[in-house]
């Protein structure tokens, strides 16, 4: 069974900066791709960023130029850099890692922005 452990969620200012990481308890190298979706309160749950094997990475409109996904394999480590913070950013956090046909799932690790 694989676990994804997400840290870094916090409270934070408008205009402020998070980092979330996401470590797997199997290789990082093991899952086709990895990355960050969120889920606001009465809404879907959403792309924020993923990162493939290979290193492409995909991110979700509303994010795109302020936030960044990024892989360190030493590390086993995947992070996600949330920089100008903006109030409807304000969800919880989830860590997704990919291995073929099977889609694994973290608990989640709350945002919330302050205007």
């Known amino acids: 069974q694989v676990q994804l452990v997400e840290s870094g969620g916090g409270l934070v200012q408008a205009g402020g900066s998070l980092r979330l990481s996401c470590i797997p308890s199997?290789?990082?190298?093991?899952?086709?791709?990895m990355g960050w979706y969120r889920q606001a309160p009465g809404k879907q749950r959403e792309l924020v960023a993923t990162?493939?094997?290979?290193?492409?990475?995909n991110y979700g409109n509303s994010v795109k130029g302020r936030f960044a996904i990024s892989k360190v394999n030493a590390k086993n480590t995947v992070y996600l850099q949330m920089n100008s913070l903006k109030p409807e950013d304000t969800a919880l956090y989830y860590c997704?890692?990919?291995?073929?046909?099977?889609?694994?799932w973290g608990k989640g690790t709350l945002v919330t922005v302050s205007s």
């Open positions: 990162v493939t094997i290979s290193g492409a990475t």
């Open positions: 997704n890692a990919k291995r073929g046909p099977s889609d694994y």
């Open positions: 199997g290789d990082i190298f093991s899952f086709d791709a």
